[in-house]
């Protein structure tokens, strides 16, 4: 048994000898070849920088062994190009220009992103701050402050010549409100103009005048001397109904007839300011048709009316208001939900302004007051007294008279209030 055992051991001896002289038979033979192929690799690589490269392979001379050379090959290649790189960047001048506002960056899972430059980053940051600024004013309050602006601007160019307008100068604040006095404004235009002023002077980073303890006199002295009682009267029940028939004949057409009905009924049973139903300006929100919804019983006759409004003052930040009317069936003639279903009937179910002429145009504020003022010539009513918050005057006794406490009929004008909505069927007396 021992013999055979040297035996194998001198076997395996002699086979690892051979195997070593094969393997040190065959590098001699292929490393010279692989050299001199990656070296021709790289030299055709270096004079064509633009052609892309496949994966290179070198095979050994006997056919039966294949040496995979792209990893070498590709990592020759970013050597090369980041010392070219290097060498070209520091003779070239640094511009800068529209094609250059995004600089690559190379992402290991992505490729290549493009980042904002910091100047460009920067503006973009001030316009959406300038913006957000914009949009904390109602597009009313922002003319508003405008027109005071300017108001201001005209009397130091009157009297001040060459004075800048910010700072403001207390001395020149309490002649402006002088001149505005002088003017016959209301005091609550000229409180419009200090609040007005108060805003850019903060805006651009100026003490507040209008705190100032000399200011704050003037102005109390200026309410005192200018106050004057609310003399608009309201638009009775009796007075509404008589507007209404007034309509067949003071209107040129059957249709603005259902159109300045419906108007007039539903200004007084929804408490609403005329800004809420007309068009004040040419860029202003007016009401859509989509703000109406009908609900009508099995026999087609209306039910109850859905308004909903998105439009009303001090509307901005605050959640539209829904509320219903009932048909009155006892008083169809001053029902404002027949009034709204006759008009919808003539009108058409067109998208568009929920009051418009037959042109689409919406009804301006103009167009309503003109109305009003003929129909209140015609019945004898003295138009100075009588306008179109008369409506809504009209509405807060009616509703006193019934009963409504003042701190409701408060809340029914006042669509920011949340707790309108407890309360949103008072209209609905009978009148």
Not at 129 to 157: H, I, W
Not at 399 to 422: C, N, T, Y
Request: hydrophobic share 35%.
């Amino acid at each position: 048994m021992p013999q055979p055992s040297r035996k194998r051991r001198r076997l395996d001896d002699t086979t690892r000898q051979e195997v070593s002289d094969l393997m040190s038979q065959m590098l001699q033979t292929m490393v010279p070849n692989i050299v001199e192929m990656v070296t021709q690799k790289l030299k055709g690589e270096m004079s064509q920088p633009q052609t892309e490269q496949g994966p290179t392979s070198v095979s050994s001379v006997d056919g039966h062994q294949t040496i995979n050379v792209e990893a070498t090959v590709h990592q020759e290649e970013s050597t090369q190009q980041s010392t070219s790189t290097v060498e070209v960047l520091p003779s070239q001048p640094l511009t800068t220009s529209a094609q250059d506002s995004t600089v690559p960056r190379t992402s290991p899972t992505h490729g290549q992103v493009t980042v904002e430059s910091p100047c460009r980053n920067l503006q973009n940051l001030k316009e959406v701050s300038q913006f957000l600024m914009d949009n904390a004013l109602t597009n009313g309050t922002r003319n508003s402050y405008q027109r005071a602006k300017l108001a201001y601007e005209e009397f130091l160019e009157v009297h001040f010549p060459g004075t800048v307008t910010f700072p403001i100068h207390v001395e020149h604040l309490v002649l402006f409100i002088s001149n505005c006095y002088q003017k016959g404004l209301a005091p609550q235009t000229v409180c419009t103009y200090l609040s007005a002023l108060a805003h850019f002077s903060k805006m651009k980073g100026h003490v507040d005048p209008t705190q100032n303890f000399v200011i704050k006199r003037t102005i109390q002295g200026f309410q005192k001397l200018k106050s004057r009682a609310d003399v608009r009267m309201p638009i009775t029940p009796s007075i509404l109904q008589k507007l209404v028939n007034s309509l067949y004949l003071c209107t040129s057409s059957f249709y603005e007839k259902c159109l300045f009905k419906a108007m007039f009924l539903l200004a007084f049973h929804a408490f609403l300011r005329i800004g809420e139903i007309t068009s004040t300006t040419k860029s202003s929100t007016v009401l859509p048709l989509a703000a109406i919804q009908l609900e009508k019983y099995p026999n087609a006759k209306p039910k109850e009316m859905t308004l909903t409004l998105t439009n009303f003052k001090h509307h901005q930040g605050k959640p539209p208001v829904t509320f219903q009317i009932a048909a009155d069936t006892e008083k169809p003639e001053t029902c404002a939900v027949l009034a709204m279903f006759d008009y919808l009937h003539v009108r058409g179910e067109e998208d568009g302004p929920l009051f418009m002429l037959r042109d689409h145009s919406p009804i301006t504020r103009h167009m309503f007051n003109e109305q009003l003022k003929i129909s209140l010539t015609f019945l004898g009513y003295d138009t100075k007294i009588y306008k179109g918050h008369s409506f809504r005057i009209g509405a807060a006794s009616w509703a006193k008279s019934k009963g409504v406490s003042d701190d409701q009929i408060q809340l029914l004008g006042r669509w920011k209030s949340e707790a309108f909505r407890r309360y949103i069927r008072i209209p609905l007396l009978k009148l």
